[in-house]
């Protein structure tokens, strides 16, 4: 079927679901089920049960105010079905916010801030756009994680906590009819709530009392200054960022349901004892989620929220079903597909962009905004359909990563005759390389959706590309750089060792030596772990940092399942000579960052995991060759930057 008859059927589906609404959705989902919040105010409705939490989005302005773009993101997660939308971490001291006065590589640009100063119109307009787009409009408060907790006077304390409730006051205001305090993430009232992180010896700290003080006393404020119900959000067991022990976060829930908090929305899906270690950024969908918010639920008479890596419609469904959890946290999975709960309701759910959990959205694109590396629409036009082409062309597409996908969907549905050339890297590119290391499964995800959406718009998969082509679009990674250690018959590189099966490893001796700056390294050594090998990585980072590249969450996992695997990492190496001998005991020397040399061995076979040359090399092109037009789109291993290019592919092929 053409691409854009099959949209518009899509949209036919979704629309007929939200006119039959909750109660005839297809089957009978508690996902779809209204729910109630009840504060000081008017009891506050909710029609679905799916929640999109508070999440950086780099769109307000340099002064911390709402833009227009913030608002459009918003209003389609909005008309996209959401039942709560909770505007993102919104600031209340202006001084200690850190404001990029321009884009900061890897930085989101602008943070909200909510105090006097801020600009009420704007603030209006974003809540108006939320409740316009069918959705009630939250907004979560948050103080600056630079905040130090140790040194903080008390009248500093008291301060904050007016700062807050003012912000708090300001936002009901302006429209808002839920608030949240967030006290999770590694925040300054996080700390303050732990024993390791809170050494005070006043009234806040010395004993458990004493360490939930602060966060009781910002949620009392909030709770006398406002109408609206207030949900708190804090984290039990939480493996990254430390969350509170489960006994010590019940005590602590039940202050708090005593002080009048509406709500709980609980992070609780990172424990690292879950089965879902095995995934690559967190955890799977429903056991964290499933026993933290069950224990605590036992004893509140509130609604919690369940927090923690939901993907999918029916993952999160299960969660509803199988704990006690009142309604669910969609944070990622609403950044890849503003529609996902909307999908959901009339029944296309292998029509949601998939969320592949690959962290690029937690670092900012190269504008300091927000972005997905699976969603190529940009933040100023989610969702944004694609007009039918005057003028069909048949167009090659050269790589079958994430970029050159996108360009092949979006052509395609538009009616032009897209042919897909993979060559030597399987479906995905370089990601569908990396989608065969233990741990990052979910990255195929994306593949299943590609191809999907490329059989029912018509385009194919190709050898070659057809002589006849009008455009070609080049969407493979430049390959790496030249290295001087790696020459010998037993030296590899690691996308030759990627994707290979039982039959091609023959060749690979049981100890590899895996030399690499950064995560690619580590994810090869997975790789040949998996396949029986005795890996050793060896890294020029810091034992703190072994793999900078990373975004932490990965790098910490990283870490744990090379351990999980008993793979050695050598950091504070960097290779400059292999040495083979007959013997097939193969020597490699490095040098340490003070200059010493260590010989490293004996080891089979060495691996040089640079990986494919940087994106910033990649300068796109549009260019007439032969009369046919050339572009260049290029591919990569870092997924903030194959964001960029998946965005830049479908700006492209709405205009091809
Ligand atoms: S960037 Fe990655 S983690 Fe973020 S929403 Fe997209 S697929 Fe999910």
Redesign the pocket.
């Known amino acids: 079927m053409p691409g854009l008859a099959r949209m518009a059927e899509v949209t036919r589906a979704i629309s007929d679901a939200a006119r039959r609404g909750p109660a005839q959705a297809k089957g009978r989902w508690l996902l779809h089920e209204p729910w109630t919040l009840v504060g000081r105010g008017p009891t506050v409705t909710l029609k679905n049960r799916v929640v999109m939490p508070a999440i950086p989005t780099g769109l307000a302005s340099p002064g911390g105010d709402g833009t227009p773009a913030m608002n459009e993101w918003y209003r389609a997660r909005g008309v996209g079905g959401v039942g709560l939308v909770l505007v993102e971490p919104a600031h209340v001291l202006r001084d200690c916010t850190r404001q990029q006065s321009a884009p900061v590589p890897g930085e989101f640009k602008a943070r909200l801030v909510i105090d006097a100063k801020s600009g009420r119109e704007a603030l209006r307009s974003l809540a108006d756009a939320i409740r316009m787009s069918g959705a009630v409009a939250g907004i979560a408060l948050v103080l600056p994680a630079e905040l130090d907790i140790a040194v903080l006077t008390q009248s500093q304390i008291k301060s904050w906590v007016l700062s807050v409730s003012i912000a708090s006051n300001i936002c009901e205001d302006a429209g808002f009819e839920v608030i949240e305090l967030i006290f999770s993430d590694d925040g300054a009232v996080h700390r303050s709530l732990r024993r390791n992180s809170n050494r005070r010896t006043d009234r806040f700290g010395r004993g458990e009392t004493g360490r939930f003080r602060l966060a009781r006393e910002l949620a009392r404020g909030v709770i006398a200054a406002t109408t609206c119900p207030v949900i708190v959000k804090f984290a039990i067991d939480q493996r990254r960022w430390g969350g509170l022990p489960a006994e010590a976060a019940t005590r602590l829930a039940v202050a708090f349901q005593e002080d009048g908090v509406a709500a709980f929305e609980v992070v609780g899906g990172d424990r690292w004892d879950d089965a879902s270690l095995l995934l690559s950024?967190g955890v799977g969908e429903g056991p964290g989620v499933s026993r933290t918010s069950g224990a605590i639920h036992e004893v509140l008479r509130v609604p919690i929220i369940a927090s923690g890596r939901l993907l999918s419609p029916t993952g999160a469904e299960e969660v509803l079903r199988d704990t006690n959890a009142t309604a669910v946290a969609v944070g990622?999975?609403l950044?890849?597909d503003p529609s996902w709960v909307a999908k959901a309701r009339a029944g296309v759910e292998d029509e949601i962009i998939?969320?592949?959990?690959?962290?690029?959205?937690?670092v900012a694109t190269d504008d300091g905004t927000i972005?997905?590396?699976?969603?190529g629409d940009g933040v100023e036009d989610p969702g944004r359909t694609v007009e039918q082409t005057s003028r069909p062309m048949k167009i090659a597409v050269l790589g079958a990563g994430l970029p050159g996908l996108e360009f092949a969907r979006v052509a395609s549905s538009r009616g032009h005759d897209v042919t897909v050339i993979p060559g030597n890297l399987p479906l995905g590119g370089v990601t569908g390389l990396r989608s065969s290391i233990p741990g990052n499964a979910e990255f195929g995800r994306?593949f299943l959706y590609f191809g999907d959406r490329l059989r029912e718009y018509g385009s194919g998969l190709g050898d070659d590309a057809a002589t006849d082509a009008d455009v070609v679009v080049d969407a493979r990674p430049l390959p790496g750089p030249k290295v001087g250690w790696a020459v010998g018959r037993s030296v590899l590189t690691a996308s030759s060792v990627l994707g290979r099966d039982l039959h091609q490893m023959y060749g690979i001796g049981r100890r590899v030596a895996i030399c690499g700056p950064g995560a690619l390294a580590g994810e090869v050594a997975l790789f040949l772990a998996g396949w029986g090998r005795r890996p050793t990585v060896v890294v020029p980072g810091t034992a703190e940092n072994p793999f900078p590249d990373a975004h932490p969450m990965h790098a910490q996992r990283l870490v744990e399942r090379l351990a999980g695997y008993k793979c050695d990492v050598v950091t504070d190496a960097t290779p400059v000579k292999w040495t083979e001998t007959i013997e097939r005991k193969h020597k490699l020397t490095v040098q340490r960052s003070d200059g010493t040399v260590t010989v490293l061995g004996p080891f089979q076979t060495a691996v040089e995991a640079t990986g494919w040359s940087e994106p910033e090399l990649i300068r796109p092109s549009d260019a007439l060759v032969n009369g046919i037009r050339a572009i260049v789109l290029g591919d990569s291993q870092n997924?903030s930057t194959v964001?960029t290019l998946v965005h830049r592919a479908n700006q492209l092929a709405r205009n091809v």
């Open positions: 950024c990622r999975a950044i890849a998939p969320c592949i959990g690959c962290l690029g959205c937690h972005g997905c590396v699976v969603n994306a997924f964001r």
